[in-house]
């Protein structure tokens, strides 16, 4: 199993909607048994909720589930626990290493999600909890995710066509 971990400040607008856009992606391509996702944030603030409403109205209004999905902090065991740690914006990043500490220097493990998508010119996710703009999150995150499963791919072959 390959384990995905989408991390970004309060765990309720933005991994959140990776994380369900993710999963959706994996089922309709046949690989939820291949590769695993979850998600969390830097911040404590919004522990146990349920994703925000502006990120569930989005959801549901593309038929994609988020059921069951609740806040939580991202962990120092996260590290040794996920093969893929992206980071939502560049504070989101910074606080992540400062966790893990140096070992996490590995880019090929923590990344930032924009770098997914190098034709952007947005080096960060836009936090939709102080613009109010989900739909442009939506529409980066939905092809972040799609590249994403696509880097999985080149980079596990052996682990996806096993
Ligand atoms: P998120 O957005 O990091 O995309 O979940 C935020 C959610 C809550 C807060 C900030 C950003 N907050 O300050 O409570």
């Known amino acids: 199993m390959i384990n995905v971990l989408f991390v970004c400040l309060g765990n309720i607008c933005r991994s959140p909607m990776a994380e369900a856009v993710f999963r959706h992606q994996l089922k309709e391509k046949h690989l939820e048994d291949r590769i695993a996702v979850d998600s969390a944030g830097t911040g404590d603030w919004h522990l146990g909720k349920p994703p925000h409403e502006g990120t569930r109205k989005l959801l ?83 092809e972040g995710c799609a590249r994403l499963i696509e880097r999985i791919a080149s980079e596990q072959s052996k682990l996806i066509s096993e």
């Not at 069951?68 to 065991?77: E, F, K, P, S």
């Not at 960060?124 to 442009?136: A, C, I, K, M, W």
């Open 60 to 142: 549901d209004e593309y038929g994609i589930s988020y059921s069951g999905m609740r806040a939580r902090q991202v962990l120092i065991q996260d590290y040794q626990s996920f093969d893929y740690i992206i980071c939502m914006d560049s504070n989101n990043e910074r606080d992540v290493r400062q966790l893990f500490g140096s070992k996490s220097d590995n880019h090929a493990k923590v990344f930032k999600f924009m770098d997914l998508l190098p034709e952007q010119t947005s080096k960060d996710v836009p936090d939709p909890y102080y613009t109010g703009n989900f739909e442009e999150v939506y529409g980066l995150v939905s």
